[in-house]
């Protein structure tokens, strides 16, 4: 077991290379099972997400090679489907997306359910709606548990209207869709820049989606697809992670590799709370000397603040000066479990369903944590790195879903930082 462990409360100064996204990246290389074909994917993030969607894909006969830190080659001609392993499946919530990735490739598909951070309930009735309405008949197997879909007649263009806005489930119909005979029209889809990446990512192999991004989605099916090249969108929520880590510490910092585009939520209640944003064209410098002043902030679909967010953004609110903050989730139902981590470090939060008052204390005082997901590991960094003196992390692991190199990173940028192995022994006695 590992644990971070930040001597925190100094400024940091520098520039932040940031990776490529996660959620694009898990999304095309599961995307990739349609294409019976070589594709070569960029800008990958070095991330256990990453590593546990090509294990998939191996384990289900693809070829996988590294070509270097950022590329793969992944050849999935032979592989087959309604054999991926359980025990991988459960340990991501975007394994879901190979039900999209097998229906449109086999029109069948045999899958355990996901795992992933635990955010509430998170239904897949609009991911089975999508599923329907092109022809496939969903059940879970009482024996196993496990999804299954089949399209005995194959499937077909249809009309598919989404009640709530979901990423996954936009996702996993444009999978089923790309080669299904006839249009299928999307209609309230989710907008964010991870689903136009993946429809991007298709269209390069031959797919035939239009309007991703936008309120309709239209996909014309084609008969085959062929391999490509293509390189992944920066992630926004990694350098959004980076952009509160400036505001917390004060400093400066330059955030580069990223679409400023993608960031205006995140810049502009930054500028509310008294940080300076300054946008370049493929970085953001943000830097902070005086107060941080409190702010009423809901998360939303893209393009609101992201529930991705919720956890950074909350680290800081309690280091405003004074004052008391609203936070109100508006994705998930259960988004605050990192608010008793941060009580240890001192923050005073009320908690009324889905919204979080934040009293603005100036300070965070340093304790032992835990990552509880992968989102409020990242908040735990930020509010650790504010907080003068020795702050300990412990579950890393959700953190290491999603975040490339983010001890070595930081330390580029002048934090106290380092990742540390705790012997087998003191796991077991503090566990007894």
Wanted: hydrophobic share 40%.
């Amino acid at each position: 077991m590992e644990k971070i462990v930040i001597n925190g409360g100094k400024p940091l100064y520098g520039d932040i290379w940031v990776s490529g996204m996660k959620n694009s990246a898990v999304a095309v290389i599961i995307g990739s099972l349609l294409i019976e074909d070589k594709c070569v994917i960029e800008n990958l993030p070095d991330i256990s997400d990453v590593a546990i969607s090509f294990e998939i894909l191996q384990h289900m006969g693809a070829s996988v090679r590294r070509l270097n830190k950022t590329t793969y080659e992944i050849d999935n001609t032979r592989t087959k489907g309604g054999i991926s392993p359980s025990e991988l499946v459960r340990k991501m919530r975007a394994s879901y997306y190979l039900l999209g990735a097998e229906l449109g490739r086999f029109h069948r598909a045999y899958v355990d359910q996901p795992g992933g951070c635990y955010f509430g309930e998170r239904p897949i009735d609009q991911h089975v709606k999508g599923f329907e309405a092109l022809g496939g008949k969903f059940e879970v197997s009482k024996d196993t548990g496990y999804y299954k879909i089949e399209a005995p007649n194959g499937l077909k263009g249809a009309s598919v209207f989404m009640d709530v806005v979901s990423v996954g489930a936009t996702i996993n119909t444009i999978l089923a869709a790309v080669k299904a005979e006839g249009m299928t029209v999307i209609e309230n889809p989710a907008k964010e820049p991870h689903v136009v990446d993946l429809a991007n990512f298709l269209n390069t192999c031959g797919a035939n989606v239009s309007g991703a991004g936008t309120d309709v989605i239209k996909i014309k099916g084609v008969n085959k697809l062929h391999g490509c090249s293509y390189a992944i969108l920066p992630d926004m929520i990694e350098a959004g992670t980076c952009m509160a880590i400036a505001a917390a510490t004060g400093g400066c910092i330059k955030v580069e590799n990223v679409i400023p585009k993608h960031l205006e939520s995140i810049t502009a209640k930054l500028v509310e709370m008294g940080v300076e944003v300054e946008e370049l064209d493929d970085a953001v410098i943000v830097s902070r000397s005086g107060d941080i002043n409190k702010v009423n902030i809901k998360t939303q679909v893209y393009p609101g603040v992201p529930t991705d967010m919720n956890a950074q953004m909350c680290v800081l609110m309690c280091l405003a000066n004074g004052g008391t903050s609203y936070l109100t989730e508006g994705v998930f139902e259960n988004k605050f479990r990192y608010c008793e981590e941060l009580r240890r470090m001192g923050a005073v939060i009320k908690l009324d369903g889905k919204v979080a008052a934040v009293e603005g204390r100036g300070i965070l005082n340093p304790a032992v944590v835990k990552a509880v997901d992968l989102r409020a590991g990242a908040a735990m960094v930020v509010a650790g790195l504010a907080a003068k003196g020795r702050t300990e992390i412990e579950d890393i692991h959700h953190i290491e879903r999603g975040y490339e190199d983010i001890v070595k990173k930081l330390r580029g940028v002048g934090a106290d930082i380092k990742k540390i192995v705790i012997p087998e022994k003191f796991q077991y006695e503090k566990a007894n």
